[in-house]
């Protein structure tokens, strides 16, 4: 996966926040979801995987799968 331009200063849990937030609903947030994760390089998306499990108990891989 490419990576667009990643900020150098973000928040993995506030992320980890946003994306649950995209999948909450009767549907999720597709746009948010793409750009969250599009915008970030791999360290940083492992970084928000690693506090997504913390915060929620879940695996964020699980989550964003088809």
Same mark, same amino acid.
């Given at each position: 996966?490419?990576?667009?331009?990643?900020?150098? $200063? !973000? @928040?993995? @849990?506030?992320?980890?926040?946003?994306? $649950?937030?995209? !999948?909450?609903?009767?549907?999720?947030?597709?746009?948010?979801?793409?750009?969250?994760?599009?915008?970030? $390089?791999?360290? *940083?998306?492992? *970084?928000?995987?690693?506090?997504? *499990?913390?915060?929620?108990?879940?695996?964020? $891989?699980?989550?964003? *799968?088809?």
């Amino acid at each position: 996966m490419a990576t667009l331009l990643a900020p150098e $200063n !973000f @928040s993995p @849990s506030e992320d980890a926040m946003a994306l $649950n937030k995209a !999948f909450e609903g009767w549907g999720t947030d597709e746009k948010a979801i793409i750009w969250i994760l599009g915008h970030r $390089n791999v360290d *940083q998306r492992k *970084q928000i995987r690693l506090a997504y *499990q913390e915060i929620y108990l879940e695996d964020l $891989n699980k989550k964003t *799968q088809i």
